[in-house]
């Protein structure tokens, strides 16, 4: 039988606009974590990993992209 997503990311996008332009902290990036699954999030220093956290459960508000869980949209 086969296993529900939990938790579903397509395309996540954060971008933060400082002085010196616009910083893309996270660039399109997918993923999806299945009832019963250990989920990591590992990346050099600044590779966006604390956003990627931060977005997913809504302390940033994405600037493009779907979050789903349970397959209700929480990027909004």
């Not at 529900?4 to 990036?29: D, E, S």
């Not at 997918?30 to 997913?56: M, P, Q, R, W």
């Amino acid at each position: 039988m086969e296993k529900n997503n939990i938790l579903t990311v397509k395309n996540l996008k954060k971008y933060f606009v400082t002085q010196q332009g616009i910083v893309k902290a996270v660039n399109g990036i997918d993923f999806s974590i299945k009832e019963g699954e250990i989920f990591g999030l590992v990346g050099e220093s600044g590779s966006g990993k604390s956003t990627v956290a931060y977005t997913v459960v809504g302390l940033y508000k994405p600037t493009e992209g779907e979050i789903t869980y349970y397959n209700q949209d929480i990027s909004t």
